[in-house]
């Protein structure tokens, strides 16, 4: 079957031939963004591992304050108990003036 001088087989042919060439370069230009946009992934990546890290490090410090704040309340109730008890005080309020001053 031809319509004028090109037959069904040739304009089908030249019809994949364009898809397959749109592919292509639809390809390429995915290629070349992802080799663009790796820079500002791994910056991101950089920033997120950095937050990460002061996180931890303040939660290292809470778990510091509380720890130095239930000694400082089990001391105080200790005394309250006995009503003699100053020389645990005195060890609590150096371990939390120790703590302040590192703060």
Same mark, same amino acid.
């Given at each position: 079957?031809?319509?004028?001088?090109?037959?069904?087989?040739?304009?089908?042919?030249?019809?994949?031939?364009?898809?397959?060439?749109?592919?292509?370069?639809?390809?390429?230009?995915?290629?070349?963004?992802?080799?663009?946009?790796?820079?500002?992934?791994?910056?991101?990546?950089?920033?997120?591992?950095?937050?990460?890290?002061?996180?931890?490090? *303040? $939660? #290292? +410090? &809470?778990?510091? /304050?509380?720890?130095?704040?239930?000694?400082?309340?089990?001391?105080?109730?200790?005394?309250?108990?006995?009503?003699? *008890? $100053? #020389? +645990? &005080?005195?060890? /609590?309020?150096?371990?939390?003036?120790?703590?302040?001053?590192?703060?």
């Amino acid at each position: 079957m031809q319509i004028g001088d090109v037959t069904i087989s040739a304009a089908l042919t030249w019809f994949l031939g364009a898809c397959v060439a749109v592919a292509a370069i639809a390809k390429a230009v995915e290629i070349i963004k992802g080799l663009f946009g790796r820079g500002k992934i791994n910056s991101d990546i950089k920033r997120h591992e950095e937050a990460l890290t002061k996180i931890s490090a *303040d $939660v #290292d +410090k &809470l778990k510091k /304050a509380q720890s130095v704040q239930c000694k400082g309340m089990l001391s105080l109730i200790n005394h309250q108990l006995s009503g003699n *008890d $100053v #020389d +645990k &005080l005195r060890d /609590a309020r150096d371990e939390l003036l120790g703590f302040l001053a590192e703060g």
